[in-house]
């Protein structure tokens, strides 16, 4: 990706500056002078970045940068604020405006570059699928050789031509591998390397380190600085290629964690201090290493600004009121963990400061060149802190997934052995209910029949004997038609679905004939859907329709006008079909017991039956798939619903 970057400065050097430190990242940039200029470039667009000047000749980037986020599409675009007036006041101002970052004059611009990368979301990310070398250093010469070399062997290659610049690159690439010079004006390669090593988010990078240097000795010094192989220049440049795919295929596999912020990458110190001159002095040597410094003059100006945006490490001055700024700093949880390091000219002061909660003390006699060294440090130690809390996290995460894996089969395995065990068991019950049913007939018959015979010889038998035979026999008759109803049901709940598709309103005028010829002295108004078809298994869809109807018939005995409908929601996909009466209904709320074995909501002596039938309608219906229910209320009769979805939604 190749960022377009709009720079709206009055300042022609300050706009030559940033537009060569974004070009040479390889942006591309649109450079305006006044307000007049940018408002025209706002209506253009075409740019994903706006570098806005503070105090222009005829406008005010503050005001500007609330037109611009009040276009549309412009919401998002990434605005970093340039200016010379960094008073707290004027930096809350911008950045509640909307800007993502406030940069005060004099600024770095390579600092104004990374961050403008990292609010891209690129300070990490790989825009390249191919592998990406950094190569440092000092000679275009060589570094050009060595892009011809790599590139053509599919490398996506980053140059820098000098240490410092390589270790920026370094932190805003992320490369997957280093080359780099050994010597070289400013920090030499063995530096670079201990640096890289230093860094918790590039510590693991592989590099390659390269001298003109023939002898042993340097050899055994740049891999103690940390290198990962050692080439010659004097020796043939494929010899990079081998020792580069070499150690690119022994790096160690990093876990897959969010990437923390380099230390080499974009920075923020708040310097908390009313001395100017001392503000000045650590501006110097912290900006020599990348920092942008925003200064504080107490701790309510710190406060303010730690709350609309975070930093990096808090230096704060040695004065009356330090100790109390550091205490309400660490209070607050969500900075408390920034590094603070107190500076003063008080040599006994250690204790006192650390006590309040700095994380260091510098002695101001030192210099400014010693508190940069502690401030390196101290960012260090937090981001080494940072990576490992990752690695903890993302471990303990690991962790839990796989215990919640482990878990979550072990119940899969246990549900699948309880069902099983289950199917096996009502299989068995079944199989016994059909088989002790079927046992059961014989005898019942043979008491039946022996009753019946003694009652109709023509010896006679007293009042009571009879009595006691006729209760024999009814009992028997009763307990037949249970056993048959519990071998329905068996039925019904066994065997092979033979689904067909079927004249389901032929079915129901069939069992309405056995009806009215089992009562021809009823006159029962029967009325059936025509065209009626199901797709399922013919035999015990009869059986629905048996003891659904039968049903009706009997719970209308005590109408004057009995009526029975069967019908349906007509042909779909999913039909509903029901089967209505006007009989005696049923008590509101009580319509799931009905289908529970062997329950009644009515007397045997006004409606005799065995409770039975509706239990076997439910496992016919639930066998194809489908659903029942019921509607009715006491003395208005009752609508039984079902439905026989087609295989194809099984």
């Not at 079915?507 to 065209?531: L, Y």
Request: a negative charge.
């Amino acid at each position: 990706m190749n960022p377009v970057v709009l720079i709206v400065d009055d300042s022609l050097t300050v706009r030559m500056d940033l537009h060569e430190a974004f070009e040479a990242d390889g942006c591309s940039t649109i450079l305006c002078a006044t307000g007049e200029e940018a408002r025209a470039a706002f209506r253009t667009g075409g740019f994903d970045v706006a570098v806005l000047d503070v105090l222009l000749p005829d406008a005010d980037g503050v005001d500007l940068l609330r037109e611009l986020r009040a276009l549309p599409g412009c919401e998002d675009t990434v605005t970093v604020l340039l200016s010379s007036e960094a008073e707290v006041a004027d930096r809350l101002l911008g950045l509640r405006t909307g800007a993502d970052e406030y940069v005060g004059k004099p600024y770095d611009s390579g600092y104004v570059v990374a961050r403008t990368r990292q609010l891209l979301g690129e300070g990490g990310s790989a825009t390249d699928s191919r592998t990406t070398v950094l190569v440092i250093d000092d000679s275009v010469t060589f570094r050009e050789q060595l892009r011809g070399l790599l590139e053509p062997a599919g490398y996506a290659v980053l140059t820098a031509a000098s240490g410092e610049e390589g270790l920026r690159t370094a932190a805003e690439r992320r490369p997957q591998a280093v080359i780099v010079d050994g010597i070289m004006p400013g920090i030499d390669g063995a530096t670079v390397i201990r640096r890289l090593r230093l860094d918790p988010a590039l510590r693991d990078t592989p590099c390659l380190l390269m001298t003109a240097a023939d002898d042993y000795a340097t050899e055994v010094q740049m891999l103690e600085a940390g290198a990962d192989a050692f080439v010659r220049k004097q020796e043939d440049l494929a010899v990079v290629l081998a020792k580069l795919a070499a150690v690119l295929r022994t790096s160690a596999e990093q876990l897959p964690i969010e990437a923390i912020g380099s230390l080499h990458g974009p920075g923020k110190v708040l310097a908390v201090t009313a001395e100017r001159r001392r503000l000045d002095e650590w501006g110097d040597a912290l900006r020599a290493d990348g920092y942008d410094v925003v200064a504080a003059a107490n701790g309510d100006e710190a406060l303010d600004l730690l709350a609309a945006q975070p930093v990096d490490c808090i230096v704060l001055g040695l004065d009356g009121d330090s100790r109390r700024t550091c205490a309400r700093i660490k209070e607050v949880p969500q900075i408390r963990d920034t590094p603070l390091v107190i500076t003063g000219d008080q040599d006994d002061a250690l204790l006192e400061s650390l006590a309040a909660g700095a994380d260091d003390y510098v002695r101001s006699a030192d210099g400014a060149q010693t508190l940069r060294a502690h401030v390196r440090a101290q960012i260090r130690r937090k981001q080494s802190l940072d990576e490992s809390r990752r690695i903890r996290e993302e471990l303990m995460r690991r962790e839990l997934d796989a215990a919640g894996e482990r878990a979550a089969r072990q119940l899969a395995e246990t549900r699948a052995a309880l069902v099983e065990e289950l199917e096996w068991r009502n299989r068995e019950l079944e199989a016994f209910s059909g088989s002790v049913s079927h046992d059961l007939r014989g005898p019942l018959q043979v008491i039946s029949s022996y009753a019946e015979t003694i009652l109709d010889e023509e010896e006679p038998i007293g009042e009571q004997t009879r009595y006691r035979l006729q209760r024999i026999h009814a009992a028997a008759g009763r307990m037949a038609d249970l056993v048959e109803s519990l071998l329905i049901l068996a039925r019904a709940s066994r065997g092979e679905l033979r689904r067909q598709r079927f004249d389901l309103t032929e079915t129901a005028w069939q069992v309405i004939r056995e009806v009215q010829a089992r009562e021809p002295d009823r006159e029962i108004e029967f009325v059936v859907d025509e065209a009626m078809t199901a797709d399922a298994d013919e035999g015990l869809v009869r059986v629905i329709l048996e003891n659904l109807i039968n049903n009706a018939a009997k719970f209308t005995r005590k109408i004057e006008k009995p009526k029975i409908e069967v019908g349906w929601s007509g042909p779909g996909e999913d039909p509903r079909y029901h089967i209505r009466d006007n009989g005696a209904g049923f008590p509101e709320g009580k319509a799931v017991e009905l289908f529970r074995p062997f329950a009644r909501l009515h007397s045997a002596a006004d409606f005799p039956g065995t409770g039975i039938g509706l239990t076997t309608v439910h496992r016919a219906v639930e066998r194809h798939g489908g659903e029942i229910h019921a509607e009715g209320e006491e003395g208005r009769g009752a609508t039984f619903w079902f439905t026989l979805p087609p295989a194809r939604r099984l």
